[in-house]
T-cell receptor, first 114, second 110 residues
Framework: EAQVTQNPRYLITVTGKKLTVTCSQNMNHEYMSWYRQDPGLGLRQIYYSMNVEVTDKGDVPEGYKVSRKEKRNFPLILESPSPNQTSLYFC?????????????FGPGTRLTVL | QKEVEQNSGPLSVPEGAIASLNCTYSDRGSQSFFWYRQYSGKSPELIMFIYSNGDKEDGRFTAQLNKASQYVSLLIRDSQPSDSATYLCAVYTGGFKTIFGAGTRLFVKA
């Protein structure tokens, strides 16, 4: 089954404790992206990757890091989480980039930073 | 700051009626326009995309684009209770970036 998976699905952590949210897709997509969704603000892009070893900042990259060492994986790293990073996070992938193809979203990761 | 605006709703329509969802965007250079549906607690899924001015129909759904007015809409005909969800308008503005609106909540009353 073609899908985007994320782990963990739910995470409660404390301020300053480094964490990684994994994202993996099995569709051989070149483009992957991370979004956060907050009430009233919609989906905001954090980082995106056009291919292996090629990443760039989205609209809200502060406090986040990413890497793309393999085509299928695009982990999101929070080096020192803070309460304002409490949010619902979605990973997405598409075949040729967001301009012409639909983005397939993972199930989401609900993160709470205390 | 490039923006995509949607009425947050909720928009309530009776079963069988036409639901009309609207979206405006600020960047005149925007190239592609998408409508995603998101059920509560779930991830967004694509319903429609449109690139050219005019209407595009797919089953009960019609997307309408007017680039001169910077306006895109989604019509849902014969609305069903299962259409109750949040509808996200998304705009590809170039540079591998997509901007999403905050979404409109739709309730279809049986």
């Amino acid at each position: 089954e073609a899908q985007v998976t994320q782990n963990p699905r739910y995470l409660i952590t404390v301020t300053g404790k480094k964490l990684t949210v994994t994202c993996s897709q099995n569709m051989n997509h070149e483009y992957m992206s991370w979004y956060r969704q907050d009430p009233g603000l919609g989906l905001r892009q954090i980082y995106y990757s056009m291919n292996v070893e090629v990443t760039d900042k989205g609209d809200v990259p502060e406090g986040y890091k990413v890497s793309r060492k393999e085509k299928r994986n695009f982990p999101l790293i929070l080096e020192s989480p803070s309460p304002n990073q409490t949010s619902l996070y979605f990973c997405a992938s598409s075949n040729t980039g967001p301009q012409s193809n639909e983005q397939f979203f993972g199930p989401g990761t609900r993160l709470t930073v205390l | 700051q490039k923006e995509v605006e949607q009425n947050s709703g909720p928009l309530s329509v009776p079963e069988g009626a036409i639901a009309s969802l609207n979206c405006t965007y600020s960047d005149r250079g925007s190239q592609s326009f998408f409508w995603y549906r998101q059920y509560s607690g779930k991830s967004p899924e694509l319903i429609m995309f449109i690139y050219s001015n005019g209407d595009k129909e797919d089953g009960r759904f019609t997307a309408q684009l007017n680039k001169a007015s910077q306006y895109v809409s989604l019509l849902i005909r014969d609305s069903q209770p299962s259409d109750s969800a949040t509808y996200l308008c998304a705009v590809y503005t170039g540079g591998f970036k997509t901007i999403f609106g905050a979404g409109t909540r739709l309730f279809v009353k049986a």
